[in-house]
């Protein structure tokens, strides 16, 4: 028996337009299944497993088992939306002064410790 390819299954899940937990409700196999598949963790694959996934998502049992083609493989990896990693100014604004502040601490807890080190007991 072998595994399905992961990066194949999930191409194959979006161009179906399914979430992952539709295509295990859809194909009648367990959630954790298609997570293990997709995450690559899985063994090797029942199947009866491979034929209900095949049919689910309109494509031979065979299919499931190769490498997506390059185009497929782009067009996946292409679908994802860039991150937005702008913030307004006030909130970089507040987490300058967390910065401050916690260098602040910082450094009043760093001198008590040494105040500490050097003090005598009488």
Same mark, same amino acid.
Request: charged content about 25%.
């Given at each position: 028996?072998?595994?399905? *390819?992961?990066?194949?299954?999930?191409? #194959?899940?979006?161009?179906? +337009?399914?979430?992952?937990?539709?295509? /295990?409700?859809?194909?009648?196999?367990?959630?954790?299944?298609?997570?293990?598949?997709? =995450? +690559?963790?899985?063994?090797?694959?029942?199947?009866?497993?491979?034929? $209900?996934?095949?049919?689910?998502?309109?494509? &031979?049992?065979?299919?499931?088992?190769?490498?997506?083609?390059?185009? &497929?493989?782009? *067009?996946?990896? =292409?679908? $994802?939306?860039? #991150?937005? #990693?702008?913030?307004?100014?006030?909130?970089?604004? /507040?987490?300058? #002064? %967390?910065?401050?502040?916690?260098?602040?601490?910082?450094?009043? %807890?760093?001198? &008590?410790? &040494?105040?500490? $080190?050097?003090?005598? %007991?009488?």
């Amino acid at each position: 028996m072998s595994t399905i *390819n992961p990066d194949k299954l999930i191409f #194959l899940r979006k161009e179906a +337009g399914l979430t992952a937990e539709a295509l /295990a409700d859809a194909a009648h196999v367990g959630r954790a299944t298609i997570t293990r598949i997709e =995450n +690559g963790k899985a063994g090797p694959t029942r199947p009866e497993t491979a034929k $209900r996934l095949a049919s689910t998502l309109k494509c &031979q049992p065979a299919d499931l088992f190769t490498p997506p083609d390059p185009d &497929q493989a782009r *067009n996946f990896f =292409n679908d $994802r939306a860039p #991150l937005d #990693l702008s913030i307004s100014n006030a909130a970089q604004n /507040a987490l300058e #002064l %967390v910065a401050m502040r916690y260098n602040e601490t910082r450094e009043i %807890v760093r001198r &008590q410790h &040494q105040w500490h $080190r050097f003090e005598v %007991v009488i």
